[in-house]
Protein backbone atom coordinates (compact mmCIF):
# COMPACT_ATOMS: atom_id res chain seq x y z
CA UNK A 1 0.00 0.00 0.00
CA UNK A 2 1.25 3.74 -0.99
CA UNK A 3 -0.27 6.71 0.93
CA UNK A 4 -0.44 10.09 -0.70
CA UNK A 5 -2.70 12.81 -0.26
CA UNK A 6 -5.14 15.68 -2.12
CA UNK A 7 -5.91 18.85 -0.01
CA UNK A 8 -9.00 20.52 -0.81
CA UNK A 9 -8.01 24.00 -2.01
CA UNK A 10 -10.95 26.09 -3.08
CA UNK A 11 -9.36 29.40 -3.53
CA UNK A 12 -6.14 28.47 -4.48
CA UNK A 13 -5.89 25.29 -7.32
CA UNK A 14 -9.71 25.26 -7.15
CA UNK A 15 -9.39 21.70 -6.23
CA UNK A 16 -12.23 19.52 -4.03
CA UNK A 17 -12.49 16.66 -2.31
CA UNK A 18 -14.97 15.47 -4.71
CA UNK A 19 -13.12 16.55 -7.61
CA UNK A 20 -10.09 14.95 -6.52
CA UNK A 21 -11.85 11.44 -5.88
CA UNK A 22 -13.32 11.47 -9.17
CA UNK A 23 -9.81 12.37 -10.83
CA UNK A 24 -7.89 9.50 -8.96
CA UNK A 25 -11.07 6.60 -9.76
CA UNK A 26 -12.42 7.78 -13.21
CA UNK A 27 -8.61 9.10 -15.20
CA UNK A 28 -5.56 8.22 -13.03
CA UNK A 29 -6.32 4.59 -11.79
CA UNK A 30 -7.64 3.30 -15.45
CA UNK A 31 -3.92 4.13 -16.52
CA UNK A 32 -1.69 2.21 -14.02
CA UNK A 33 -3.46 -0.12 -12.37
CA UNK A 34 -2.53 -3.45 -13.25
CA UNK A 35 0.84 -2.57 -14.97
CA UNK A 36 4.03 -3.66 -13.01
CA UNK A 37 6.00 -1.21 -10.48
CA UNK A 38 9.33 -2.87 -10.23
CA UNK A 39 11.43 -0.42 -9.53
CA UNK A 40 12.88 3.19 -10.40
CA UNK A 41 12.36 2.69 -14.01
CA UNK A 42 8.60 1.21 -13.76
CA UNK A 43 7.98 4.65 -11.44
CA UNK A 44 9.43 6.69 -14.07
CA UNK A 45 7.15 5.27 -16.82
CA UNK A 46 4.17 5.14 -14.40
CA UNK A 47 4.35 8.62 -12.94
CA UNK A 48 4.23 9.96 -16.22
CA UNK A 49 1.53 8.04 -17.85
CA UNK A 50 -0.49 9.78 -14.80
CA UNK A 51 0.60 12.92 -15.16
CA UNK A 52 -0.27 12.91 -18.65
CA UNK A 53 -3.56 11.52 -18.43
CA UNK A 54 -5.23 14.20 -16.97
CA UNK A 55 -4.86 18.38 -17.28
CA UNK A 56 -4.16 20.17 -14.16
CA UNK A 57 -5.69 18.39 -11.23
CA UNK A 58 -2.47 18.88 -9.64
CA UNK A 59 -3.75 17.66 -5.96
CA UNK A 60 -4.84 14.49 -7.60
CA UNK A 61 -1.74 13.94 -9.14
CA UNK A 62 0.79 14.63 -6.32
CA UNK A 63 -1.45 12.21 -4.04
CA UNK A 64 -0.60 9.15 -6.93
CA UNK A 65 2.78 10.45 -7.55
CA UNK A 66 3.39 10.32 -3.67
CA UNK A 67 1.63 7.16 -3.32
CA UNK A 68 3.91 5.35 -6.40
CA UNK A 69 6.84 6.61 -4.87
CA UNK A 70 6.25 5.55 -1.26
CA UNK A 71 6.05 2.41 -3.03
CA UNK A 72 8.74 1.76 -4.75
CA UNK A 73 10.76 2.90 -1.90
CA UNK A 74 9.11 0.46 0.53
CA UNK A 75 9.87 -2.37 -2.21
CA UNK A 76 13.71 -1.15 -1.89
CA UNK A 77 13.36 -0.56 1.81
CA UNK A 78 14.66 2.65 1.61
CA UNK A 79 13.14 5.86 2.58
CA UNK A 80 11.47 7.76 0.52
CA UNK A 81 13.73 10.91 1.10
CA UNK A 82 16.87 8.41 0.14
CA UNK A 83 14.27 7.45 -2.94
CA UNK A 84 14.13 10.97 -4.03
CA UNK A 85 18.02 11.31 -3.42
CA UNK A 86 18.86 9.85 -6.55
CA UNK A 87 21.39 7.37 -4.83
CA UNK A 88 20.97 3.90 -6.33
CA UNK A 89 21.23 2.36 -2.74
CA UNK A 90 19.66 5.40 -0.46
CA UNK A 91 21.74 7.91 1.65
CA UNK A 92 22.11 7.01 5.22
CA UNK A 93 23.12 10.78 5.63
CA UNK A 94 19.90 12.72 4.94
CA UNK A 95 18.53 14.69 7.55
CA UNK A 96 16.02 13.24 10.02
CA UNK A 97 15.09 16.22 11.30
CA UNK A 98 13.54 19.05 9.72
CA UNK A 99 12.83 22.63 10.70
CA UNK A 100 9.27 24.23 9.86
CA UNK A 101 8.24 27.79 10.49
CA UNK A 102 4.41 28.59 11.36
CA UNK A 103 1.71 30.73 10.42
CA UNK A 104 -0.14 32.72 12.89
CA UNK A 105 -3.74 33.12 12.29
CA UNK A 106 -5.02 36.55 11.67
CA UNK A 107 -6.17 38.86 14.45
CA UNK A 108 -5.42 42.72 15.40
CA UNK A 109 -2.31 43.56 16.63
CA UNK A 110 -2.60 42.82 19.75
CA UNK A 111 -4.29 39.42 19.13
CA UNK A 112 -1.50 38.76 17.05
CA UNK A 113 1.42 39.66 19.03
CA UNK A 114 -0.21 37.75 21.89
CA UNK A 115 -0.52 34.59 19.37
CA UNK A 116 3.47 34.68 18.34
CA UNK A 117 4.45 35.02 21.92
CA UNK A 118 2.45 31.50 22.41
CA UNK A 119 4.30 30.01 19.33
CA UNK A 120 7.87 31.21 20.30
CA UNK A 121 6.96 29.60 23.58
CA UNK A 122 6.31 26.52 21.82
CA UNK A 123 9.52 26.59 20.61
CA UNK A 124 9.20 28.23 16.84
CA UNK A 125 11.69 30.54 16.24
CA UNK A 126 10.11 31.63 12.38
CA UNK A 127 6.78 33.32 12.23
CA UNK A 128 4.96 33.96 9.31
CA UNK A 129 2.22 36.42 9.41
CA UNK A 130 -0.84 36.65 6.73
CA UNK A 131 -1.06 40.49 5.66
CA UNK A 132 -2.77 41.97 2.50
CA UNK A 133 -6.02 41.94 3.98
CA UNK A 134 -6.44 45.80 5.66
CA UNK A 135 -2.54 47.90 4.18
CA UNK A 136 -3.65 50.54 6.18
CA UNK A 137 -2.86 48.69 9.25
CA UNK A 138 -0.12 45.58 7.69
CA UNK A 139 2.73 47.74 9.09
CA UNK A 140 1.37 48.35 12.86
CA UNK A 141 0.32 44.76 12.75
CA UNK A 142 3.80 43.49 12.04
CA UNK A 143 5.77 46.60 14.30
CA UNK A 144 3.31 44.57 16.89
CA UNK A 145 4.75 40.73 16.45
CA UNK A 146 8.09 42.06 16.08
CA UNK A 147 8.10 43.76 19.26
CA UNK A 148 6.58 40.86 20.99
CA UNK A 149 8.91 38.02 19.58
CA UNK A 150 12.08 40.50 19.49
CA UNK A 151 14.96 40.31 17.40
CA UNK A 152 15.77 36.97 17.58
CA UNK A 153 12.83 35.08 15.66
CA UNK A 154 12.58 35.55 11.87
CA UNK A 155 9.40 36.98 10.58
CA UNK A 156 8.23 36.21 6.95
CA UNK A 157 4.75 37.68 4.92
CA UNK A 158 2.17 36.01 3.14
CA UNK A 159 0.18 38.75 1.49
CA UNK A 160 -1.79 36.37 -0.49
CA UNK A 161 -2.42 38.05 -3.58
CA UNK A 162 -4.42 41.03 -1.54
CA UNK A 163 -2.30 44.10 -2.49
CA UNK A 164 -2.33 46.38 -5.36
CA UNK A 165 1.04 47.20 -7.25
CA UNK A 166 0.67 50.94 -5.62
CA UNK A 167 -0.45 49.25 -2.31
CA UNK A 168 2.23 47.10 -2.05
CA UNK A 169 5.11 49.65 -2.95
CA UNK A 170 3.86 51.46 -0.56
CA UNK A 171 3.49 48.56 2.31
CA UNK A 172 6.98 46.82 1.51
CA UNK A 173 8.64 49.80 1.85
CA UNK A 174 6.81 51.44 4.62
CA UNK A 175 8.40 47.62 6.36
CA UNK A 176 11.81 48.47 5.52
CA UNK A 177 11.99 51.97 6.40
CA UNK A 178 10.11 50.56 9.89
CA UNK A 179 13.60 48.32 10.68
CA UNK A 180 10.90 45.37 10.97
CA UNK A 181 13.53 42.90 9.53
CA UNK A 182 10.94 40.99 7.77
CA UNK A 183 12.73 37.84 5.71
CA UNK A 184 10.52 38.15 2.90
CA UNK A 185 6.98 39.27 0.96
CA UNK A 186 4.99 36.04 -0.40
CA UNK A 187 2.59 36.81 -3.37
CA UNK A 188 1.99 40.62 -2.67
CA UNK A 189 -0.24 40.36 -6.08
CA UNK A 190 -2.80 38.39 -8.07
CA UNK A 191 -1.13 35.03 -9.17
CA UNK A 192 -1.60 35.74 -13.08
CA UNK A 193 0.64 39.39 -12.70
CA UNK A 194 4.27 38.02 -12.58
CA UNK A 195 4.85 41.36 -14.48
CA UNK A 196 3.70 43.43 -11.87
CA UNK A 197 5.93 41.14 -9.51
CA UNK A 198 8.59 41.95 -11.33
CA UNK A 199 7.26 45.66 -11.32
CA UNK A 200 7.44 45.77 -7.43
CA UNK A 201 10.55 43.66 -7.03
CA UNK A 202 12.11 46.75 -9.11
CA UNK A 203 10.96 49.20 -6.45
CA UNK A 204 11.55 47.74 -3.30
CA UNK A 205 14.03 46.25 -0.66
CA UNK A 206 12.77 43.23 0.55
CA UNK A 207 12.90 40.03 -1.05
CA UNK A 208 9.74 39.22 -2.86
CA UNK A 209 8.51 35.09 -3.05
CA UNK A 210 6.78 33.93 -5.67
CA UNK A 211 3.79 31.31 -4.45
CA UNK A 212 0.46 31.51 -6.36
CA UNK A 213 2.18 32.60 -9.22
CA UNK A 214 4.20 29.59 -9.48
CA UNK A 215 2.65 26.27 -9.99
CA UNK A 216 4.89 24.08 -12.14
CA UNK A 217 8.45 24.64 -14.20
CA UNK A 218 6.83 27.00 -16.87
CA UNK A 219 5.78 29.56 -14.27
CA UNK A 220 9.02 29.32 -12.75
CA UNK A 221 10.96 29.78 -16.00
CA UNK A 222 8.57 33.03 -16.77
CA UNK A 223 9.72 34.24 -13.42
CA UNK A 224 13.28 33.76 -14.06
CA UNK A 225 13.15 35.38 -17.72
CA UNK A 226 11.20 37.98 -16.04
CA UNK A 227 13.14 38.81 -12.65
CA UNK A 228 10.04 38.58 -10.91
CA UNK A 229 11.08 36.89 -7.42
CA UNK A 230 13.93 36.61 -4.95
CA UNK A 231 12.52 33.19 -4.29
CA UNK A 232 9.55 30.45 -4.94
CA UNK A 233 7.63 28.43 -2.87
CA UNK A 234 7.23 25.04 -4.22
CA UNK A 235 4.28 22.84 -3.18
CA UNK A 236 2.97 18.91 -4.51
CA UNK A 237 -0.45 20.70 -4.39
CA UNK A 238 0.32 23.12 -6.94
CA UNK A 239 3.42 20.96 -9.71
CA UNK A 240 1.43 17.87 -8.94
CA UNK A 241 4.73 15.60 -8.61
CA UNK A 242 7.79 15.32 -6.36
CA UNK A 243 9.89 14.74 -9.59
CA UNK A 244 8.80 18.06 -10.48
CA UNK A 245 8.92 19.78 -7.65
CA UNK A 246 12.89 18.77 -7.02
CA UNK A 247 13.54 19.69 -10.17
CA UNK A 248 12.04 22.89 -9.74
CA UNK A 249 13.81 23.11 -6.22
CA UNK A 250 17.31 22.46 -8.81
CA UNK A 251 16.03 25.09 -11.24
CA UNK A 252 15.84 27.54 -8.77
CA UNK A 253 19.13 26.98 -6.96
CA UNK A 254 20.59 27.08 -10.05
CA UNK A 255 19.89 30.21 -11.15
CA UNK A 256 20.25 31.65 -7.61
CA UNK A 257 16.65 31.77 -6.28
CA UNK A 258 15.78 30.95 -2.80
CA UNK A 259 13.49 28.46 -1.85
CA UNK A 260 11.25 26.92 0.06
CA UNK A 261 8.87 24.25 0.13
CA UNK A 262 4.84 24.83 1.52
CA UNK A 263 1.95 22.81 2.14
CA UNK A 264 -1.90 23.93 1.87
CA UNK A 265 -3.52 22.09 4.40
CA UNK A 266 -2.68 18.13 3.95
CA UNK A 267 -2.30 16.06 7.00
CA UNK A 268 0.58 14.35 8.20
CA UNK A 269 0.26 11.67 4.73
CA UNK A 270 0.85 14.81 2.50
CA UNK A 271 3.14 16.77 4.54
CA UNK A 272 5.44 13.52 5.01
CA UNK A 273 5.67 13.57 1.27
CA UNK A 274 6.99 17.27 1.10
CA UNK A 275 9.19 16.81 4.14
CA UNK A 276 10.90 14.04 2.64
CA UNK A 277 10.94 16.09 -0.58
CA UNK A 278 13.03 18.70 1.63
CA UNK A 279 15.07 16.24 3.20
CA UNK A 280 16.09 14.98 -0.21
CA UNK A 281 16.53 18.49 -1.77
CA UNK A 282 17.01 20.94 1.20
CA UNK A 283 15.78 24.53 0.59
CA UNK A 284 17.80 27.87 1.13
CA UNK A 285 15.17 28.81 3.67
CA UNK A 286 13.06 27.44 6.66
CA UNK A 287 10.35 25.53 4.66
CA UNK A 288 6.50 26.02 5.62
CA UNK A 289 5.46 22.75 6.63
CA UNK A 290 3.55 23.02 9.99
CA UNK A 291 -0.09 22.51 8.02
CA UNK A 292 -0.16 19.08 10.02
CA UNK A 293 1.10 20.43 13.17
CA UNK A 294 -2.32 21.72 13.65
CA UNK A 295 -4.37 18.32 13.90
CA UNK A 296 -5.39 17.04 17.05
CA UNK A 297 -3.60 13.74 15.96
CA UNK A 298 -2.67 11.93 12.98
CA UNK A 299 -5.10 10.08 10.89
CA UNK A 300 -2.47 7.64 10.50
CA UNK A 301 -0.16 4.96 12.29
CA UNK A 302 3.22 5.94 11.76
CA UNK A 303 4.61 8.86 9.39
CA UNK A 304 5.89 12.43 10.74
CA UNK A 305 5.76 13.92 13.83
CA UNK A 306 5.91 17.01 15.54
CA UNK A 307 8.29 18.30 18.44
CA UNK A 308 7.92 22.00 18.85
CA UNK A 309 9.23 23.54 15.65
CA UNK A 310 10.70 20.40 14.23
CA UNK A 311 9.20 17.51 11.81
CA UNK A 312 11.04 14.03 12.96
CA UNK A 313 10.79 11.61 9.67
CA UNK A 314 10.36 7.84 10.46
CA UNK A 315 13.74 5.75 9.75
CA UNK A 316 11.48 3.30 8.17
CA UNK A 317 11.13 2.20 4.37
CA UNK A 318 8.61 4.75 2.16
CA UNK A 319 6.41 7.07 3.99
CA UNK A 320 6.62 5.04 7.23
CA UNK A 321 2.86 4.61 7.52
CA UNK A 322 1.52 1.33 8.51
CA UNK A 323 -2.43 1.65 8.15
CA UNK A 324 -4.94 4.17 9.42
CA UNK A 325 -5.24 5.68 12.70
CA UNK A 326 -7.99 4.02 14.78
CA UNK A 327 -10.45 6.61 16.09
Request: with cysteine; aromatic share 4%.
Amino acid sequence: TGWGEAPQVWQVTGESLAGATACVETMLAPVLVGHDLGGRDALVVAAGRAQRSVARNFGAKAAVDAALHDLVAQAEGITLAALLSDSPIGVTELPSVLTTDVTLSAGDAEQLAETARMRVAEGFTTVKMKVGTDAATDVERVAAVRAAVGDRVGIRLDANQGWSRDEAVTVIRALHEAELEVAFVEQPLVAEDVEGLAWVRARVELPIMADESCYGPFDLERIIRLEAADLVNVKLAKCGSLTVGRAMLRRAHEVGLGTIVGSMMESHVGLGAAASLVAAQPTSEVSDLDAAWWSTRSPVVGGITYSGNKILLPAVPGLGISGWQPD
